[in-house]
């Protein structure tokens, strides 16, 4: 069945520093892919997504580009802040919404 | 603003004592859909709606159920908690028109505490 393989934390990192989080897809058809992002102690917000390949999703300075060839949607922000720590998840959507595992971002001061 | 709302944000309830945690949504989205999620673990679809069509998850335990009165509204129900079914419960929506996919709406979820 389609699944999500994301890049497991936690990641630590310094206010400005580069953020990547891996994410590889494996799927039958042509799904939809989203990065959500969870704060804590609430529900996830949609952060942005793609629905072909080679569409560029970017939102709030976050982008991630839909890789159709390495079946790959990995999220990248040049330069984080602290308010940008949460649980980052990578989906797709054949359907129904296929989550990766999560990855947990603290962005240290 | 439109958005997906679930009352209330904490409910504590008693081992094997029914519970019900509600949904309602303003979007008008004819998909409503029932997540768990345990601890620092990805959330897990229980069941959904489309429209008044009920589509349960193989692997969701019986102690589930789910009602839709009308389009704004989605209850879960857990019969008999157990101290395994505490966790986040999401409610989130989606307007599907069976053509595409299209983005799901997470309201901020109702925790559940089981003692």
């Known amino acids: 069945g389609d699944s999500v393989t994301q890049m497991e934390g936690p990641v630590t990192l310094s206010e400005e520093a580069f953020l990547t989080i891996n994410c590889t897809y494996t799927a039958t058809g042509y799904p939809s892919l989203f990065w959500y992002v969870q704060y804590p102690g609430e529900g996830l917000q949609l952060l942005l997504k793609?629905?072909?390949?080679?569409d560029k999703g970017s939102n709030k300075g976050f982008e991630a580009t839909y890789r159709k060839e390495t079946t790959s949607f990995h999220l990248e922000k040049g330069s984080v802040q602290v308010s940008d720590s949460a649980v980052y998840f990578c989906a797709l959507d054949d359907y129904k919404l296929s989550f990766g595992a999560g990855t947990t971002v603290t962005v240290r001061a | 603003d439109a958005m997906v709302i679930q009352n209330p944000r904490y409910q504590v309830t008693q081992f094997g004592k029914p519970v019900t945690l509600s949904c309602s949504q303003t979007?008008?989205?004819?998909?409503m859909y029932w997540y768990q999620q345990k601890s620092s673990q990805a959330p897990k679809l229980l069941f959904h709606y489309y429209d008044k069509d009920f589509n349960n998850e193989a692997d969701t335990p019986d102690n589930f159920q789910s009602r839709r009165p009308n389009t704004s509204f989605c209850f879960l129900d857990i019969r008999s908690p157990g101290l395994g079914d505490a966790a986040m419960y999401l409610c989130?929506?989606?307007?599907?028109?069976?053509?595409?996919?299209?983005?799901?709406?997470f309201g901020p979820g109702t925790r559940l505490t089981v003692t």
């Open positions: 793609a629905t072909k390949a080679d």
């Open positions: 979007l008008n989205h004819n998909v």
């Open positions: 989130a929506t989606s307007r599907d028109t069976g053509v595409g996919s299209y983005e799901q709406y």
